[in-house]
């Protein structure tokens, strides 16, 4: 009888994700994921017909999480402390901008170019929303959202070129500076 541990779908998506924030897709390795999950390969073919099949799977979860924090930051009436609690969603629950790196590094994969794409055209479609609903023409709200993104995706790749990593704190005072700065006219 084998000791390796019984997984779900669900084991090794978590996985996967957390190999991509880590080292883009590449990292989505059977052999080495199996590895790390104290199991077989056996295990991943039980689950998955191949490594595509993680991977999609793996994309679609980040998507969920991103989506599912957007949406909970709905719940927030006022504008402002919405773009903060969204903004933010992500650094406090550990899926932060590095995931976004490490997939930037593997556009190349149709896969990893559409559900980036899906990601950021949300992510940009929130922010203007808000930033309408604040008053802004709907212009210059695509303007800042745009540029609002992009500190946030430039904050991550700073500390990467830096092989530094900041705390949560500064991340997130980075990250409300940034906010501030859109919403400022």
Do not use: C
């Amino acid at each position: 009888m084998s000791s390796a541990p019984r997984l779900t779908p669900n084991d090794w998506t978590e996985a996967a994700l957390e190999a991509m924030a880590r080292t883009g897709t590449t990292g989505v390795n059977v052999e080495q994921l199996a590895k790390s999950l104290g199991t077989t390969k056996g295990s991943f073919y039980h689950h998955f017909i191949n490594r595509q099949a993680l991977l999609d799977a793996a994309l679609g979860r980040w998507e969920e999480i991103v989506a599912g924090d957007l949406e909970t930051s709905k719940a927030v009436v006022d504008p402002y402390a919405r773009l903060i609690t969204s903004s933010i969603a992500g650094v406090e629950g550990g899926l932060n901008g590095f995931v976004d790196l490490a997939l930037a590094a593997s556009l190349d994969d149709e896969s990893v170019a559409a559900s980036v794409h899906r990601v950021n055209q949300t992510r940009l479609d929130f922010l203007t929303t808000i930033l309408t609903e604040m008053g802004l023409t709907p212009a210059l709200a695509r303007e800042r959202a745009v540029r609002a993104l992009s500190g946030y995706l430039g904050l991550y790749q700073l500390q990467r070129s830096l092989a530094e990593t900041f705390d949560q704190g500064r991340v997130i005072a980075q990250i409300t500076a940034l906010v501030d700065d859109m919403v400022r006219n």
